[in-house]
Nanobody, 118 residues
Framework: QVQLVESGGGLVQPGGSLRLSCAIS????????VAWYRQAPGKERDFVAS???????DYADSVKGRFTISRDNYKETVYLQMNSLQPEDTAVYYC????????????WGQGTQVTVSW
């Protein structure tokens, strides 16, 4: 069983930055993809960004140019650098992982809250 543990959420003012981390408990062999999703109150869970083990990246239009996803395969950790945060980015952010190159995969983290507010 693969376990994902997110960290790095918190309260930030508009225009600020945060970096989320997703620690993966064990290597997913072969093709794999790790993604970030987010869910705001009363809304569906939406795709944010993904990265494959070949480092192919994809982003939601709403975060392109502001968010950057990266991975450290040695540390088995995926990061989401979030810049120029806006109140509409407020949500619980979930890490997701699985086999293949198309998210969502089978494994989810517990989520970390990101709040953008004055």
């Amino acid at each position: 069983q693969v376990q994902l543990v997110e960290s790095g959420g918190g309260l930030v003012q508009p225009g600020g930055s945060l970096r989320l981390s997703c620690a993966i408990s064990r290597i997913i062999t072969g093709r794999n993809v790790v993604a970030w999703y987010r869910q705001a109150p009363g809304k569906e869970r939406d795709f944010v960004a993904s990265i494959t083990n070949s480092r192919s990246r994809d982003y939601a239009d709403s975060v392109k140019g502001r968010f950057t996803i990266s991975r450290d395969n040695y540390k088995e950790t995926v990061y989401l650098q979030m810049n120029s945060l806006q109140p509409e980015d407020t949500a619980v952010y979930y890490c997701n992982a699985g086999r293949g190159w198309t998210p969502p995969g089978d494994y989810w983290g517990q989520g970390t809250q990101v709040t953008v507010s004055w």
